[in-house]
T-cell receptor, first 110, second 112 residues
């Protein structure tokens, strides 16, 4: 599959801080997705992006589809303890398969 | 509102044993997928089924077989389990190829 570089690998922050993570790819994607995984559960979709330059918000979360179609970022504003989890980016080109990043592990201390 | 259901939730196998992981979705989705998740590796696609009656290899298909039994069900079989197949296995489904995936809660498999 196509390589996705997701960074940072982990983040340890205090409640109330903003968080930013990103993904880059060597290939162009048509779709960028951001998922969150809680311990013991499957990934759950947070935000889907379908167009280069698209900026989409979902509550305190904001994600953008990079203009080059090779990158995307996810921001979380005013983090809270329940934001803890692993965040995955995923990109899809012309085929069926989604390519996943290796995840960003987020820890939030009260 | 079950979504994607995977069974079993946990399984321990000895090297060489076989087993089938079951997956069913009730969302009338066309495409179904099997991923494995290993620490630091993210999710890697094993096999997928774009529609009922078709299956294709993903990134890491060796040691696995799949069956798309009907539109709802997509099973993953390990014929002769190996310790390298110790992982968390996720089934997912989607209505169309460019729609987001919906995941099950995973099967945690340990091969000793």
């Amino acid at each position: 599959g196509q390589q996705l570089n997701q960074s940072p690998q982990s983040m340890f922050i205090q409640e109330g801080e903003d968080v930013s993570m990103n993904c880059t790819s060597s290939s162009i994607f048509n779709t960028w997705l951001w998922y969150k995984q809680d311990p013991g559960e499957g990934p759950v979709l947070l935000i889907a992006l379908y167009k280069a330059g698209e900026l989409t918000s979902n509550g305190r979360l904001t994600a953008q589809f990079g203009i080059t179609r090779k990158d995307s970022f996810l921001n979380i504003s005013a983090s809270i303890p329940s934001d803890v989890g692993i965040y995955f980016c995923a990109g899809q080109g012309s085929g069926y398969a989604l390519n996943f990043g290796k995840g960003t592990s987020l820890l939030v201390t009260p | 509102n079950a979504g994607v259901t995977q069974t079993p939730k946990f399984q321990v196998l000895k090297t060489g044993q076989s087993m089938t992981l079951q997956c069913a979705q009730d969302m009338n989705h066309n495409s179904m997928y099997w991923y494995r998740q290993d620490p630091g590796m993210g999710l890697r696609l094993i096999y997928y089924s774009a529609s009922e009656g078709t299956t294709d290899k993903g990134e890491v298909p060796n040691g696995y077989n799949v069956s798309r039994l009907n539109k709802r069900e997509f099973s993953l079989r390990l014929e002769s389990a190996a310790p390298s197949q110790t992982s968390v296995y996720f089934c997912a489904s989607t209505k169309e190829s460019n729609s987001p995936l919906h995941f099950g809660n995973g099967t945690r498999l340990t091969v000793t």
